[in-house]
């Protein structure tokens, strides 16, 4: 009996958030694991506190609405049990398809299919109580990307019921982490120019026993620090435009985003900042900075997708939604790959 009970335990525990936001030497993930996996935390905020998930469906339209995602949702929740520690973020977007190739409007939400997805997200689907801050939960995930230098649980820009990410209540209000106190000397080194962030040298530490990922997802409380920049402290700004600039006064400098609601006006002298710790660089490159990879002018195609998908000539592959519908992949049996592919030239081509 115990050793049954040891395996439920281990069952019920899955992967964790060390584990998972783990790095090599280069800042790129370490995490080797594979789906389905869950991890259990607390939710570290409000799921409408960072980012606006008021559906807006935007075709793609030859590219006039590149990089609009509409509605956006995140939550990050921090570990709990023993042994564990960090935390990890959860994001969707509305309309993947003005983001990511092949921009067929098919791999976007409409209007009521984001409601009812955001619906699904934010309510425990055993009580439908409202998730809130301080909530104990546990997330199952079947994807979870590396991107910028954390990995998060998400849809893999995958609209398919196959992609989804599920939430469980565990216990409600079972109460935020006291924030961890640090100061800007622990998360990042002197120099840079102030109006530059990816000049700001960071403190980096692959064992995360020491600088920035040693916090990375956890609530915290930065100390000292003064304002540079204040035209990002404003709840009603975009999500671009709440950033502010601070420094600890000896030549360090850091991001604070601001949340959607109020602290009220921006302080003009020192004060202290309690929220996430958490990199945000808006690249999908990996690395410890998020900064783009250059020496890609002479790849000889635009954009490839591929994934597990039906054998050519199976019945499946005729379906007139082939090759790049989720609902038309094989999970097995007569699985095979499919690809799409577009030149340079702007020839498209695919398989089967």
Request: charge should be negative; hydrophobic fraction near 35%; aromatic fraction near 10%.
């Amino acid at each position: 009996m115990a050793v049954a009970g040891l395996a439920l335990m281990a069952a019920l525990r899955g992967e964790t958030h060390f584990n998972l936001q783990s790095v090599n030497a280069d800042g790129t993930s370490a995490w080797n694991g594979s789906f389905p996996i869950t991890l259990t935390g607390v939710l570290l905020g409000d799921p409408d506190e960072m980012l606006d998930a008021t559906p807006s469906f935007l075709p793609w339209s030859d590219g006039a609405n590149a990089g609009r995602l509409g509605g956006e949702w995140q939550v990050t929740f921090q570990a709990v049990e023993p042994g564990d520690r960090g935390g990890t973020t959860c994001w969707m977007g509305q309309n993947y398809a003005n983001r990511v190739p092949p921009h067929d409007d098919v791999f976007s939400y409409s209007n009521p299919a984001w409601v009812a997805e955001i619906n699904r997200l934010n309510h425990d689907p055993q009580t439908g109580r409202r998730f809130r801050a301080g909530d104990l939960v546990r997330i199952t995930a079947q994807r979870a990307l590396f991107y910028g230098g954390k990995r998060n649980i998400n849809e893999a820009h995958d609209v398919s019921p196959e992609a989804d990410f599920t939430i469980e209540l565990v216990k409600p209000d079972y109460g935020l982490p006291g924030p961890e106190v640090i100061t800007l000397a622990e998360v990042m080194r002197p120099g840079g120019d102030p109006a530059d962030p990816t000049s700001w040298p960071p403190i980096f530490d692959q064992t995360r026993a020491t600088g920035g990922e040693h916090w990375q997802g956890m609530r915290v409380r930065l100390n000292d620090l003064m304002l540079v920049t204040t035209n990002g402290w404003n709840s009603t700004n975009l999500w671009s435009a709440r950033l502010c600039t601070v420094t600890d006064g000896a030549g360090r400098f850091f991001n604070r985003r601001h949340p959607r609601y109020s602290f009220g006006p921006a302080p003009a002298n020192r004060f202290d900042a309690i929220g996430i710790f958490t990199q945000e660089s808006g690249s999908g490159i990996q690395g410890t900075n998020g900064s783009w990879q250059s020496g890609l002018e002479h790849v000889p195609v635009r954009w490839v997708v591929w994934s597990l998908g039906p054998r050519p000539n199976s019945a499946r592959s005729q379906s007139g939604q082939a090759p790049l519908a989720a609902r038309t992949w094989c999970r097995s049996g007569e699985g095979g790959v499919i690809l799409r592919l577009a030149t340079r030239e702007g020839y498209q081509l695919q398989l089967p």
